[in-house]
């Protein structure tokens, strides 16, 4: 069996196991996903129980290349190599359907220097003049041809169409210096009101953490998944230091304890995040709040 698969769903969610999806949560383990309906028809208390019972882990986007470690009946358990993670030397673990992706041997997906990230917070590709698939933010796909209004890609589906305007042409060892932190803050304040999900990663909901990697991942740099990991890596900035798109962490026991929560610095002393369930991503200022007690450390990736 090949270790190397490929997702072909818009987002697919890693869980904890198997067993973790309920009944509402049918629509986000099909193929073809229907993640827009998942989550319109979640209750907040629902959303919420992702996180408070555990059930799930990260996400990964369409076009991204996951390693199976085993299988179990219809699931993989999964490590995504781009997401480092202190739980997993090869990347974040989790489970996913095995209908939500294909091995790499039966796609096209090949890598090339040139490849193509969608800026938009969602966007659609197109099959001639068909929207075929609503895909997220920062999903990156090889590169074809480019024209003045269209931009062809190589997906797991084939080669497909997406807007000029929501996507750029990106190389990847040009990515990396064009970035600071006024451009993460921009970046970030793109997604201004997007309601939270518990270990979201995409333009259609982040947790905390999922915002800060995402939004490095725009920029080439790579940051680990989560903010307990985040917070022991990067440049140690002090707080009297801080700079626009600087990560700050908080955490349990007035900052002594387990990290539970990280923001970007957006500048006279307030933080941009994506908060907790029931909640959109915003901008406050840090002193009214409780995060004040509970800083911890401040890290620089860029």
């Known amino acids: 069996m090949s270790r190397e698969y490929i997702v072909r769903v818009p987002v697919a969610t890693i869980w904890t196991n198997p067993e973790a ?15 827009k309906d998942w989550l ?20 990964v986007l369409y076009g991204q290349q996951v390693t199976v470690k085993e299988e179990k009946g219809e699931w993989f358990h999964v490590l995504v190599p781009e997401q480092p993670s202190s739980k997993d030397d090869g990347g974040y673990p989790g489970w996913l359907p095995k209908n939500q992706v294909i091995s790499r041997e039966k796609t096209d ?17 197109y099959e001639g003049t068909e929207p075929v698939l609503e895909v997220s933010f920062q999903t990156r796909l090889p590169l074809v041809n480019e024209t003045e209004d269209w931009i062809t890609v190589k ?34 304040a793109a997604f201004l009101g997007l309601q939270y999900l518990w270990g979201g990663m995409s333009g ?20 680990p998944r ?4 985040q917070a022991r890596q990067g440049e140690l900035v002090e707080r009297a230091s801080l700079k626009k798109g600087d990560c700050l962490y908080f955490a349990k026991e007035e ?31 840090i002193a009214t ?14």
Not at 162 to 185: P, T
Not at 209 to 218: D, E, K, L
Not at 289 to 302: I, L, M, V
Request: proline residues 3%; aromatic residues 10%.
């Open 255 to 285: 900052g002594q304890g387990r990290v539970y929560h990280v923001g970007m610095y957006y500048g006279d002393n307030k933080m941009i995040h994506a908060p907790s369930t029931g909640k959109g991503i915003e901008v406050l200022e």
């Open 204 to 223: 259609f909901g982040f947790d905390c953490s999922g915002f800060t990697y995402t939004i490095h991942r725009a920029f080439g740099i790579t940051i």
């Open 155 to 188: 997906t797991p589906d084939g080669d497909r169409l997406i807007k000029a305007a929501d996507a750029e042409v990106i190389d990847s060892q040009e990515e990396s210096e064009n970035v600071n932190g006024e451009k993460l803050v921009e970046t970030g």
């Open 109 to 125: 997906v090949t890598d090339t220097t040139a490849s193509v990230a969608v800026t938009a917070q969602t966007a659609w590709l």
């Open 21 to 35: 999806p309920r009944k509402i949560d049918e629509k986000a383990v099909s193929y073809p996903l229907e993640m």
């Open 289 to 302: 709040t409780k995060y004040n007690k509970d800083y911890c450390t401040a890290r620089r990736f860029w």
């Open 226 to 229: 989560d903010a307990s990991d």
């Open 40 to 59: 319109k028809e979640m209750t907040t208390e629902e959303r919420r129980l992702l996180c408070d019972n555990n059930l799930v882990q990260s996400q």
